[in-house]
């Protein structure tokens, strides 16, 4: 017996079966080697994930384009030479029993590297003008993503997962914000949706029928002008009927995450949860809520009042990786809390340094700190 019944209970997410409604949402770490290439310890990272006894692991935003990087540590998903490093990660993830996901991801004005980013329209981003991608240029992104879905589907992963979240390509073109194109994949809503329907289409085509692909979707930007929860609503049917399995509801992107407000607003345990109820009002695909859900008894409230069908732990997990199995027997009190005011992880990620977490013992912080 547990004291969170839904919690564990098990559930069927488009015909892949979770042992439970825990799963690790995808978290940015700079684990990888500069070439993208997984290592030791992006595979040790993941081992103890699949181990946690979370349902579900979705594996960090691999760049589906070289020009698409969102850092320089970036796992890669744009060639087939890193098929074998993904195959090891799915393996160790599923050695532990949870089901492995890839989120695949082009960062768009968020990319870094040598070349000027591409995006959508050239909005500034810092001191960064982006360029504007051309009509022609467009379907080769959408091939792009369907080239690194069938690279996780080769590499043995049970899904895989769309990054339409954090401000990145497919929600900047949603976004009017970001979105200033005046041909058929701006203006409207219809028009901003267009391109990230592709993808899906395109995705779906590439790896059949059967295999589940998920969205990581911002439901609203937080920023004035930007995309907003009313538009994330009407958008969500149409991009669940696309073949969708599931939606993963965030907010924010990085020009609002480090606003005082919502520095503040991070705090809160449940901060996001509102955001998937009204998302999961308007599908009828499962919805997975995210936002410092901490308390078990929380998350089994959330899936109680209908909020969510699954609770993701981001830094949550990475604080504690023992957190399913302490909350499963009942050993609230045990579980080691990710701080609301530390923030280390998300420093380090600005800095472009691997992230650690303040939690950890002192050996795990120098183990992880170095990079290979």
Partial sequence: MTDYPLLFSPLDLGGLHLDNRITMAPLYLGYARADGLVNRRVREHYLAMGSSGAGM???ESASIHPRGAGSPSTL??????????????????QQGGAKAGLQINHAGRFAQGDEVPLAPSAVRTGKVVPLAMGR??????VECFAAAAMRAQEAGFDLVELHGGTGYLLAQFLSPHTNRREDQYGGSLENRLRFPLEVIAAVRDAVGPEFPIGYRYLADEWLPGGWRLAEAVQAAPRLAQAGLAYLSVMGGTYESFFLPERLEQAKQPGY???????????????????????????????????????????????????WPGKARQGRVDDIVPCEPACNLCFQLVGKGKPVICSQWPADKREHFATRD
């Fill in 272 to 322: 996001m949860l509102s955001l998937a109820e009204a998302v999961k009002k308007a599908v009828d695909i499962p919805v997975i809520a995210a936002g410092r859900i901490q308390d078990p008894a929380l998350a089994e409230q959330a899936l109680k009042d209908g909020q969510c069908d699954l609770i993701g732990l981001a830094r949550v997990l990475l604080a504690d990786p023992l």
């Fill in 57 to 59: 692991i979705m594996v």
């Fill in 136 to 141: 022609d240029y467009l379907p080769k992104v």
């Fill in 76 to 93: 890669r998903a744009d060639a087939d030479r890193y098929i074998g490093g993904l195959s090891d990660l799915a393996q160790a993830i």
